[in-house]
């Protein structure tokens, strides 16, 4: 079982920075795919970025070369830098745990398992 946790979020102006963070539980968080997904009003949850568990990455082309998603395996957290922030970039951003340790597969098509509560994000033009 894995708990994630995200903070981070907040009203920012375009153009500017946030970093989101999700601290996650257990002992085996450094073997787990891990994803940022958001939800704007009325849409569907959307990846955004992925991280393998050997630390691979890939993005959403509409946030590719503004965000980065990283991890810091010693504090068992998942990072995602958003830079250039956009107005349509504005919603509620969710971590996410792949429940299959060791997955080598495609990051970006597999179901997720654990999911944290959201943080939301608002850019203003």
């Known amino acids: 079982q894995v708990q994630l946790v995200e903070s981070g979020g907040g009203l920012v102006q375009a153009g500017e920075s946030l970093r989101l963070s999700c601290a996650a539980s257990?002992?085996?968080?450094?073997?787990?795919?891990m994803g940022w997904f958001r939800q704007a009003p009325g849409k569907e949850r959307i990846l955004v970025a992925a991280?393998?568990?050997?630390?691979?990455?890939s993005y959403s082309d509409s946030v590719k070369g503004r965000f980065t998603i990283s991890r810091d395996i010693p504090k068992n957290t998942v990072y995602l830098q958003m830079n250039s922030l956009k107005s349509e970039d504005t919603a509620v951003y969710y971590c996410?745990?792949?429940?299959?340790?060791?997955?080598?597969?495609?990051?970006?098509?597999?179901?997720?398992?654990?999911w944290g509560q959201g943080t939301q994000v608002t850019v203003s033009s």
């Open positions: 996410a745990a792949h429940g299959i340790r060791f997955y080598t597969g495609d990051v970006s098509r597999v179901q997720y398992d654990y």
């Open positions: 257990g002992r085996a968080f450094s073997t787990y795919a």
């Open positions: 991280i393998t568990w050997r630390g691979g990455t």
